[in-house]
């Protein structure tokens, strides 16, 4: 539930599952899926608690920015797949937007992994990633910490790599296997064989014996895969089947037909003797008494006849919170359980009680789900834990009116949503920089739909049918991109298309990346006192906006009282050397921690704070000093970047790059740094151009 009653047990705050308990370490990569999404509410929201932010985007303005560009920069991937129908928004490409086109279905599961440095966790839920889902609906979900010495079972974290594997192949539309996958469904499966990897020690991977356990399992629905109700016959611990049977359900298939769900689950509880099936349900007050029914009569047409001792129950959910507000929360969460005379199993998660959603019909929805079986006898303090976490309801009196959902409404299940699916011959769309040129490649599958085209933000067209046709209908498009901002996206649109389709736009590789305008091109200064401040760049570069701003009041904007202090040295080598060196000492601390992937070395490395970043600071000061004509000044230090860079020892952990990869691109950034020194000491001193040669001798042994 969004927001919960902390004296009223089995509830929880759902965005408090993506903040990492302590010693979890450093965020290393997160992905995610889900059918609505709101892209400002899953980077504002959930990947602030991801990355522990400080700051926040309505308070803190450019600090926000920085901070989450840098902490963004150092993931190896962050990612969300979000079904075709609802996939739209700007966004910052520092995360990953994929559009999953589920053929004849809809992409409705709702499962988020986090990796940080010692703990991997799965959350399943039945909310979306949006304001509604998290913070007003009522909802329910599940979560798995993994971790070193950790018992959680492996079996429903394999699955879900497993089922993560399988569903963002949705993504690439018709890709026939002639095309080579985009970057970012790299970096997705990348990232899972990251987790895949670190997690076999964390975690139990031993088969379930006797009762006093909490049993676990996955329970995944889609194309080729068995229904809820298969697999949970298969984990269920007994041969004896349940007697009862509950359903919260805030959607079912539609009225005027056999509901296939309700006798199927009739099927599947008790077929001789008492047995009884209640549905927690949506309910409002009508006129004269009356109360109108999120559900269809058809669920009660359901129960068998001829059997007495069978009964179908309705219930009403509680949609009001017990408080002085009383704020109403709309029922959201989707549940189903089943208990005989000791077992209880309960199934939650995404899956709503309808064909689509339980894997019945010819297309079922890409669903995912957890299942929970306990043992009432052997573990009563998890069984009635386990039950207050479960959405109740108040029985409905047989003497009330019921009005019944109405022939022709739809459901959640339903493939339609706020923007048009993105069509299959629509591949991937990449942003990509190099040497200062920007431009867009789009890959085109096979046959469009006629008469289409791509809009930017101002609703013009930026390419279209004729276009590609007059380039012979290549496979791949580029589009040159002259603008500073990237773009998160194009609208598609084509002949009878009532609306637009979103086409997202992922980047190749962070470095194509613009950095912020507040991290643009440093002052050495600035530099060093960001990389020897003990406090994190996003408050260190507070102090330097608010000076570069003229406000005089950030932190070391006081006047000077020390007489001594009014002489400026820094026109002096020998100050500026020791300057430097406490800025060099630091950026080798940064660069040894673990880093998690080849873009967040190139942060470190090559980004607005990096290595190559004071190189250029070194250089730009340099040849704005008098007295550096010949460059000496400019390419002493230069060489001693460069020894400070060649005695980086760096440090690796499980889930992190391998120190032999870390050390190759020192390497290579050592090499240019060489050729930058050696040009500038071309007319420097015999002694300094001896002594850059000699420093560079050492630095690539």
Not at 117 to 126: P, T
Not at 206 to 215: A, C, E, L, S, W
Not at 281 to 293: H, M, R, T, V, W
Not at 353 to 364: D, E, H, I, M, V
Request: include cysteine; hydrophobic fraction near 40%; glycine fraction near 8%.
């Amino acid at each position: 539930m969004a927001k919960a009653d902390k004296k009223k047990k089995g509830y929880r705050k759902l965005l408090d599952a993506w903040t990492p308990p302590e010693g979890s370490g450093d965020a290393i990569g997160c992905v995610a899926t889900t059918y609505t999404f709101s892209p400002e509410f899953y980077e504002e929201e959930c990947l602030s608690r991801f990355l522990q932010l400080q700051t926040n985007p309505d308070d803190d303005g450019a600090a926000y920015i920085i901070e989450r560009e840098e902490k963004l920069a150092s993931l190896s991937c962050a990612s969300v797949l979000v079904d075709a129908s609802h996939c739209q928004g700007a966004r910052s490409l520092r995360w990953d937007l994929l559009s999953a086109r589920v053929p004849g279905s809809i992409l409705h599961a709702k499962v988020a992994l986090m990796h940080w440095g010692n703990r991997v966790r799965l959350l399943i839920a039945s909310a979306n990633l949006t304001e509604d889902g998290y913070r007003r609906n009522l909802e329910v979900f599940g979560v798995l910490d993994y971790m070193d010495g950790g018992k959680a079972p492996l079996g429903c974290l394999d699955g879900a790599l497993e089922f993560l594997s399988g569903v963002v192949e949705y993504s690439e539309g018709a890709n026939e296997g002639e095309v080579e996958p985009s970057p970012a469904l790299l970096r997705w499966r990348s990232f899972l064989d990251g987790v895949r990897e670190v997690s076999r020690d964390w975690g139990d991977a031993t088969p379930y014996r006797g009762n006093k356990q909490v049993r676990v399992y996955p329970v995944f629905v889609g194309p080729g895969r068995l229904s809820v109700f298969k697999q949970f016959w298969t984990h269920w611990p007994v041969k004896r089947p349940p007697d009862d049977a509950m359903v919260t359900s805030p959607f079912f298939d539609p009225p005027g037909a056999p509901n296939r769900p309700a006798q199927e689950l009739w099927q599947n509880i008790r077929l001789k003797g008492k047995a009884s099936v209640t549905f927690n349900l949506s309910a409002e007050d009508a006129e004269d008494g009356k109360l109108q029914i999120r559900a269809p009569r058809d669920i009660l047409r359901a129960q068998p006849r001829g059997r007495p001792a069978v009964k179908t129950y309705l219930c009403r959910v509680k949609q009001f919170e017990e408080s002085d507000d009383g704020a109403f929360r709309p029922l959201h969460a989707k549940c189903m359980s089943l208990e005989e005379a000791d077992w209880s199993g309960h199934i939650i998660g995404s899956s709503n009680f309808t064909s689509a959603g339980l894997g019945l019909g010819k297309n079922p929805n890409i669903e995912a789900n957890l299942l929970y079986i306990l043992s009432y006898s052997a573990n009563r303090a998890s069984y009635d834990r386990t039950w207050k976490g479960l959405p109740q309801g108040e029985q409905i009196s047989e003497e009330v009116e019921l009005i019944w959902q109405p022939e022709g409404q739809e459901g959640e299940d339903s493939p339609s949503g706020e923007v048009l699916a993105l069509p299959q011959a629509f591949g991937r769309a990449v942003f990509k920089q190099s040497g200062g040129i920007s431009w867009v490649e789009l890959t085109i599958n096979g046959n469009p739909p006629s008469g289409w085209a791509i809009l930017k933000d101002d609703g013009k067209v930026m390419f279209d049918e004729a276009a590609w046709n007059a380039l012979g209908k290549e496979g791949e498009i580029r589009i040159d991109w002259p603008e500073d901002r990237p773009p998160s996206g194009f609208e598609v649109t084509w002949a009878g298309a009532e609306g637009n389709a979103w086409w997202p736009v992922n980047v190749d590789r962070q470095a194509s990346l613009p950095p912020p305008d507040e991290l643009k091109n440093l002052p050495l200064d600035v530099l060093v006192d960001i990389l020897t401040s003990a406090r994190p760049l996003h408050l260190a570069m507070r102090s330097w906006l608010r000076r570069s701003k003229g406000s005089g009041n950030g932190d070391g904007d006081g006047p000077i009282v020390d007489p001594h202090a009014k002489v400026d040295t820094s026109a002096f080598l020998i100050q500026r050397t020791r300057r430097l060196a406490w800025g060099l000492n630091a950026l080798r601390d940064r660069i040894e921690r673990p880093v998690a992937s080849q873009d967040a070395l190139e942060w470190r490395l090559r980004g607005p704070v990096g290595a190559m970043a004071l190189a250029k600071a070194i250089e730009k000061e340099a040849n704005e000093r008098i007295g550096d004509d010949d460059g000496a000044e400019k390419s002493f230090l230069l060489a001693e970047l460069a020894l400070e860079l060649s005695r980086v020892k760096p440090r690796t952990a499980p889930g992190y790059l391998p120190v032999k990869e870390v050390s190759e691109a020192i390497d290579s950034l050592l090499a240019e740094l060489e050729g930058m020194a050696s040009s500038a000491a071309d007319n420097a001193p015999e002694g300094i151009r001896d002594y850059v040669q000699s420093a560079f001798r050492e630095a690539l042994r």
